[in-house]
């Protein structure tokens, strides 16, 4: 008989407090390029909560900051069973993109509701109403993303979607044998679409073989695995439930270790011509 394969592992922080005795110095760093903030940083001392949200906690893992990542905000999510929200953001401008790790949910997007489930992506448009309802009995834990939609000649707002990655087939990059693959959850030939949201995985010894250095700005969440990922000038270990936060143009490049798949959610601006300074 042949095995079934391994079920995904989506890692996300949950809270907590490390021991008194535990050693303080981890791998936590914000530089003018990048910033890595560890799992262990996602304690209870850290969290936020959000107006309009019940029963919720949210880590805030990345927002705009003049003169370093400018486009997004991301938050990982702690909603216990029967918590959420009716009205879970104020910014009518704001598009949202939702990946859910743990848990089960009811994502109600202009009244049609939709059941939410490990692996799970929901993007919902600008100027849409939507509720969020943790169902079951664990806490329901996920990465949401926010970024405010930038209209384009031509162009209007995608609709409403949702889906599971396992329901995509990973696009592998070119002569890579499969080690580097590309689960892209946005259409890339969407030109609506003015954000990418993907799950990158990397088999063990996969790598990026060139520094990256490009106009977009990047969240990556660590689903899964651990790697050696080249940020700027530094090599920065990180594993599961870590977040590296980067600004435009800082160089990047990884391999992957371990002997598990490294996988991570990642987020990018895309699509848009670069705003350009009123002249005077």
């Not at 938050?75 to 598009?95: I, K, N």
């Amino acid at each position: 008989m042949t095995a079934d394969p391994p079920l995904p592992c989506y890692a996300i922080p949950s809270g907590g407090l490390p021991p008194q005795s535990a050693l303080m110095t981890q791998r936590a760093v914000f530089t003018p390029a990048y910033a890595v903030i560890p799992r262990a940083c996602g304690s209870d001392i850290t969290a936020s909560l959000m107006p309009g949200w019940t029963q919720t906690r949210a880590w805030v893992l990345a927002r705009p900051l003049t003169g370093f990542a400018e486009t997004f905000s991301q938050y990982a999510m702690e909603v216990l069973p029967g918590g959420g929200s009716d009205t879970p953001d104020d910014d009518s401008r704001a598009q949202h993109a939702l990946f859910v790790c743990a848990g089960k949910a009811t994502l109600t997007i202009a009244g049609q509701p939709r059941h939410l489930t490990p692996g799970t992506f929901a993007y919902i448009p600008p100027g849409t109403a939507w509720q969020f309802t943790a169902t079951g009995t664990e806490p329901t834990r996920l990465y949401w993303i926010r970024k405010r939609w930038r209209a384009a000649p031509g162009l209007t707002p995608p609709p409403a979607f949702s889906l599971n990655e396992a329901d995509i087939a990973p696009s592998a990059m070119p002569d890579t044998q499969g080690k580097w693959a590309t689960t892209r959850l946005i259409d890339p030939e969407d030109l609506r679409h003015d954000m990418h949201v993907n799950i990158v995985t990397f088999q063990p010894g996969g790598t990026i073989p060139f520094e990256e250095t490009h106009v977009m700005e990047h969240g990556l969440a660590i689903l899964q695995g651990k790697g050696a990922y080249r940020l700027n000038r530094d090599w920065v270990e990180v594993e599961a439930g870590d977040f590296i936060w980067l600004r435009a143009f800082c160089p990047q490049a990884c391999y992957a270790g371990g002997n598990e798949p490294f996988r991570y959610l990642l987020y990018k601006d895309v699509n848009r011509h670069a705003p350009l300074a009123l002249m005077r």
